[in-house]
T-cell receptor, first 113, second 113 residues
Framework: DQQVKQNSPSLSVQEGRISILNCDYT??????FLWYKKYPAEGPTFLIS???IKDKNEDGRFTVFLNKSAKHLSLHIVPSQPGDSAVYFC????????????WGLGTSLAVNP | DVKVTQSSRYLVKRTGEKVFLECVQD?????MFWYRQDPGLGLRLIYF???????EKGDIPEGYSVSREKKERFSLILESASTNQTSMYLC????????????FGPGTRLTVT
């Protein structure tokens, strides 16, 4: 029973355009969300996060939007670059339970030159 | 910068062998985690530890055990390796208070033949 869902296994965009990666969750007690990026044969690296008291957080080309009423968050990458091609994981805190994170299955992003 | 290192990047073992995967972090983090990543299945938590000698089962602990004798080191043990344990193994650490971010090592690609 997936509490964090990334419904698109893959996404393909053109270089320079916007990439939008989506994530839905079911537990309204989650209060912190994170996005990670993973290249093949490497460990995931933290990208950006957002607290449930905010609806937007921005860091350079990356912006995360949170819609609590819809239990939905999205990661926007503008402009997309070929180096952004990776698997992106959405994660949520496990309601403060020893800092375990609940992970989505990931979305593979391909940015085409 | 947080540094999480794993003992091997690639490992090939035979069915029935005992396998040790080691992870070391240098940031004095309380929490340490072992995950495995398989295509289409995301990151699945095997075990985690929130203090020295303390451990909790994750979502898929069967066939694995762990050891945390020192704060900086967390070992994953496959008592009798099987082919279905062929996977990418990822270690992560996080602080016990404050931020939720987990920091990952580079991963160990284990093949059991």
């Amino acid at each position: 029973d997936q509490q964090v869902k990334q419904n698109s296994p893959s996404l393909s965009v053109q270089e320079g355009r916007i990439s939008i990666l989506n994530c839905d969750y079911t537990n309204s007690m989650f209060d912190y969300f994170l996005w990670y990026k993973k290249y093949p044969a490497e460990g995931p690296t933290f990208l950006i996060s957002i607290s449930s008291i905010k609806d937007k957080n921005e860091d350079g080309r990356f912006t995360v939007f949170l819609n609590k009423s819809a239990k939905h968050l999205s990661l926007h990458i503008v402009p997309s670059q070929p180096g952004d091609s990776a698997v992106y994981f959405c994660a949520a805190d496990n309601a403060g339970n020893n800092r375990k994170l609940i992970w989505g299955l990931g979305t593979s992003l391909a940015v085409n030159p | 910068d947080v540094k999480v290192t794993q003992s091997s990047r690639y490992l090939v073992k035979r069915t029935g062998e005992k396998v040790f995967l080691e992870c070391v972090q240098d940031m004095d983090h309380e929490n340490m985690f072992w995950y495995r990543q398989d295509p289409g299945l995301g990151l699945r938590l095997i075990y985690f530890s929130y203090d020295v000698k303390m451990k909790e089962k994750g979502d898929i602990p069967e066939g694995y055990s762990v050891s945390r004798e020192k704060k900086e080191r967390f070992s994953l043990i496959l008592e009798s390796a099987s082919t279905n344990q062929t996977s990418m193994y990822l270690c992560a650490s996080s602080t016990g208070t404050g931020a939720y971010e987990q920091y990952f090592g580079p991963g160990t690609r284990l093949t059991v033949t």
